[in-house]
């Protein structure tokens, strides 16, 4: 990584939607159209945040139970990790915000552990700002150019980790629609907001518009919660790990995958940004 980084001043005004991470919610949060990032000091804020990380009890669970459900069923505990992928989604300004930068951090520390290649991790999120984009391409990621929606579809010869940090139930509705089928489903770890928490805390006529997929989804699931460990209880709070064990999924009755509906969303949904232009 080069140290001749200077102060980058980004033009990119962009109105967006409150949809969970750091919106509102962290102290060091900047709303000016024209703001300023100070690499050098980003930079030397990420390695503070991945050392207090990664020498903390949290991060040694986190890293035993995904490694765990990454190994498919029936392999030897010995066996290598499969080849996997990260896709990233919604993880917010980290120049800005301890909450997206320790789960920024958590990222770096998952892909270094399970030895991915940087070709195989990609991220966005609309809120990236020019300089942060700059900070992500200089550390080996790859950051996508366009609003998926979260509507991927996953590699079905690889492990696929989406890494969703606080991300909103209707963006992982559109992913596990995209990937409404047994294979692809079975090659998905999802890192978000707890499942089992979206069903309890939704009503049932709102969880059908904006959760449908989640809610039928789910009694084929394993969750497995993140520790409560770590220090700042607000950045990895109500997150689990969601995997889709394949024997789970052959006992789905076949209407299940009959015909899955494209999701859509009402222009007020504050969760959701629509890759759809302003009028």
């Known amino acids: 990584m080069t140290d001749d980084f200077q102060v980058v001043k980004t033009k990119r005004s962009r109105k967006v939607k409150s949809r969970g991470g750091c919106t509102g919610a962290c102290p060091e949060a900047v709303t000016q159209s024209f703001q300023e990032i100070d690499i050098t000091r980003t930079l030397q804020k990420i390695t503070e945040s991945r050392n207090d ?17 990454l190994h498919s069923e029936g392999d030897d505990k010995d066996t290598k990790i499969p080849r996997s992928e990260v896709i990233c989604y919604g993880l917010g300004n980290f120049s800005e915000c301890i909450i997206a930068r320790y789960q920024l951090c958590l990222l770096m520390a998952l892909r270094e552990h399970l030895k991915i290649v940087a070709s195989d991790c990609h991220l966005y999120d609309p809120k990236f700002r020019a300089g942060e984009i700059d900070i992500l391409s200089e550390m080996g990621f790859r950051v996508i150019d366009k609003n998926e929606e979260g509507k991927r579809p996953c590699a079905v010869d690889t492990k696929t980790l989406f890494y969703m940090p606080h991300c909103g139930k209707s963006l992982c509705n559109n992913l596990l629609w995209a990937n409404w089928d047994r294979q692809r489903l079975a090659n998905m770890v999802v890192i978000g907001n707890s499942f089992s928490s979206i069903l309890d805390n939704t009503p049932g006529r709102l969880l059908e518009e904006t959760g449908g997929y989640i809610q039928r ?17 607000d950045i990895f709070n109500d997150t689990s790990i969601h995997s889709f064990p394949a024997n789970k999924l052959q006992n789905a009755p076949e209407e299940l995958w009959d015909s899955p509906s494209e999701p859509h969303y009402e222009d007020d949904d504050v969760e959701f940004i629509s890759n759809k232009l302003p009028t």
């Open 53 to 69: 990380l990664t020498s903390s009890e949290f991060y040694t669970l986190v890293t035993d139970l995904i490694t765990k459900v």
């Open 217 to 233: 989804l789910h009694p084929y699931c394993t969750e497995v919660p993140l520790p409560t460990t770590f220090k700042f209880t």
